[in-house]
């Protein structure tokens, strides 16, 4: 967006504190806020203050009143990354005010080609297959990610196994393998930072077998097994110092981002609540993704991702091929919107 119009500011909005905390000083934007709650007068309050050109929403990202009031100012509105399911209310007999929604949005990019097909059951055309755009993002992560000196001091040549973006339930398993393990090293990284939640996560490992990052980024490693990370916005680099990764969430709401990990190929092991994402499907099909439902079935994923050294390799050989193949979103959808 910068490249194709430099003379515009640009502003990035967010509703959850993770997103708002990784991104709150990014370079790419000159302003990053909260997006208001979704009411009208917060929506034309917001609208009128920043005076967009147009605005792009990202995949689940539909706000009733920001899209009317974008609508009504006559404001392009894009949505990108898109995916649809025919059990999502607009398909209902019901949503009658979501699909008037929809109808709000100047173009959509989806994901797949069943996602247009469903919105054509709504008439709606104005759509393309363009990608999913994280696809763009970790990859180009992947080809240059930012070197952590004091990661690769823990590694010290050690197998690594990191656990990203997990919750109490994922931190109760990783223990269990950290136990299983005692050769390889761990590095966890909790989506919640707070000084109770990492110290709830410690007392689960073996006494004196963990660290915090913030204590060894200036301090040399004395041989820890695990490192917690106490801090956010690190995480997608970390998996170039990896060689399997356990994405947590999978036992509450949803899985968290698999595709960093698996753009570095790193076998990605998840819990049983993934079936909202596509790329956990594609993951699976691929036998390079593997949902686990117990600690018996974590164990037995792991066993064999370390044992069977054939099917370890082209499980990292199919993430890449897999990632690499889907890029190319970010381009479709600029050459789209600069027409």
Do not use: C
Not at 80 to 104: A, N, T
Not at 124 to 132: A, H, K, L, Q, R
Not at 135 to 163: C, L, M, T, Y
Not at 190 to 206: C, F, G, M, T, V
């Amino acid at each position: 967006m910068r490249t194709l119009y430099p003379g515009n500011k640009i502003v990035i909005t967010f509703f959850s504190p993770s997103g708002y905390e990784i991104r709150k000083n990014t370079p790419l934007a000159d302003a990053v806020y909260y997006l208001p709650l979704d009411t009208p007068q917060n929506a034309k309050d917001f609208i009128a203050t920043i005076q967009p050109k147009m605005a792009i929403f990202t995949k689940y990202e539909y706000w009733y009143h920001f899209f009317k009031e974008l609508h009504h100012r006559e404001i392009p509105l894009y949505l990108i990354s898109g995916i649809f399911r025919p059990g999502q209310v607009f398909f209902k007999w019901y949503g009658g005010l979501h699909r008037q929604m929809l109808g709000f949005v100047r173009w959509f990019f989806v994901q797949d080609e069943r996602s247009m097909a469903l919105l054509r059951q709504l008439n709606i055309n104005n759509v393309t297959v363009s990608g999913d755009t994280r696809f763009d993002r970790v990859w180009a992560n992947a080809q240059q990610p930012k070197s952590i000196p004091a990661i690769h001091e823990f590694k010290n040549g050690h197998k690594v196994f990191i656990a990203g973006s997990t919750w109490p339930p994922d931190e109760k398993l990783i223990a269990t393998l950290v136990k299983q393990y005692p050769e390889w090293k761990f590095i966890i990284a909790p989506h919640e930072i707070s000084e109770e939640k990492i110290k709830s996560l410690a007392q689960l490992l073996p006494a004196g077998s963990a660290i915090r990052y913030s204590q060894i980024a200036n301090a040399p490693v004395l041989g820890e097994q695990t490192l917690i990370i106490d801090n956010i916005g690190m995480l997608s680099s970390l998996y170039q110092y990896g060689d399997i990764a356990y994405i947590g969430g999978g036992f509450g709401a949803g899985i968290h981002n698999t595709l960093e990990a698996a753009a570095f190929g790193l076998p990605v092991i998840f819990g049983p609540e993934y079936s909202k994402f596509k790329e956990a499907h594609d993951l699976i099909g691929l036998q390079a993704g593997f949902s686990i439902a117990s600690e018996a079935e974590l164990i037995t994923v792991t066993n064999k991702l370390v044992n069977d050294p054939i099917f370890y390799a082209n499980a990292g050989k199919a993430l890449t091929t897999y990632v690499k193949k889907l890029t190319g979103a970010t381009a479709t959808i600029m050459n789209f919107i600069k027409k």
